[in-house]
């Protein structure tokens, strides 16, 4: 696990391992933001990681106060996950002057599909600073990205709807036939963001699925009462599992892992059944999970 912590509102990236998945063993900070005057020298925030058969490839936000305060993508490299090296070229991915991530650019997420990386990240433009959208990019590379010129999913129209003040932290998965989203959302008043689930067959075309949202927050006086978001989801052997960053508003922010959810269905996309719900509370704000089951996955 990579995940996201800070102090002063000073972001790095950690690491931890576990033999099951629910009792963790931290190994320190393993990205830090840069030397003075670096474009990633404020802060450096998940992200996604992906093992490419020699070694750890990872897309990560970074910011600083002058060039980049809305944010921009670094790539890095890792033989063990634990030894980062920064690409001499960062930022790979900046704002654009007149697009929808003018303002804001944040959280991407890599998969690679045959010959072609696709990147999903968070976005704000001017014409709406305070609406996230999820917007998509494609490279060969991993490194030269081509955007897509519109978002591949919005918010709501519907005003009362979970979901109508933004959509943001997407975290895919392709199955082989589909590829699956799950992201995070939130209403008008901006203070419970709750988790949905999108289905697509090119990873531009979104379907949001009818049981949106898919996780909410916990039981009054619970860990994650105030808000669930940041998802991270992998699978292991017949079952998915969903890692997301969870707070109440007397503890902050913690990761909590959710198996299924109960009642999780969608045709499009072939989920296993589950009935089992697990609250896990760690000490840290989001993370990323990455399950290798054999070295020619990536």
């Known amino acids: 696990m990579w995940y996201q912590g800070g102090v002063s509102g000073v972001s790095r990236i ?9 009792n963790w063993v931290k190994h320190g900070v393993v990205l830090s ?4 005057g670096a474009w990633d020298n404020s802060s450096v925030a998940l992200g996604s990681v992906t093992w490419n058969g020699t070694a750890y490839l990872m897309w990560y936000t970074g910011s600083n106060g002058t060039a980049y305060p809305g944010g921009a993508v670094g790539f890095a490299v890792s033989t063990d996950g634990l030894n980062w090296v920064k690409y001499s070229g ?3 991915l900046v704002p654009s002057a007149l ?14 599909l045959n010959l072609t990386y696709n990147m999903w990240y968070s976005g704000k433009s001017a014409a709406a600073p305070n609406i996230n959208k999820i917007l998509y990019a494609t490279s060969f590379d991993g490194i030269k990205w081509t955007k897509w010129p519109s978002p591949v999913l919005a918010p709501s129209a519907d005003p009362t709807a979970w979901d ?5 932290s997407p975290d895919v998965f392709w199955t082989g036939r589909v590829f699956g989203l799950w992201y995070s959302g939130i209403n008008q008043t901006a203070l419970v963001p709750r988790i949905g689930f999108a289905t697509s067959p090119d990873g531009a075309s979104w379907n949001q ?3 949106n ?3 909410i927050p916990g039981p009054p006086g619970s860990w994650d009462s105030a808000g669930v978001e940041q ?7 017949n079952n998915y599992m969903m890692y997301y960053d969870g707070y109440s508003n007397v503890q902050g922010q913690r990761i909590g892992l959710a198996l299924g959810p109960q009642g999780f269905s969608v045709a499009e996309f072939p989920a296993p059944t589950f009935d089992i719900f697990l609250g896990l509370i760690a000490c840290a704000a989001i993370c990323l999970v990455y399950y290798h089951r054999s070295p020619k996955r990536s």
Request: proline share 10%; no cysteine.
């Open 99 to 112: 697009g929808n991530d003018q303002r804001y650019l944040a959280t991407p997420y890599v998969v690679r």
């Open 14 to 22: 950690g690491y931890a391992t576990s033999t099951d998945g629910m």
């Open 213 to 215: 949202p898919i996780l």
């Open 90 to 92: 960062n930022p790979v």
């Open 33 to 36: 933001p840069g030397v003075k």
């Open 209 to 211: 699925s009818s049981s």
């Open 164 to 168: 109508a003040n933004g959509v943001y």
């Open 231 to 237: 998802p991270s989801t992998v699978q292991v052997g």
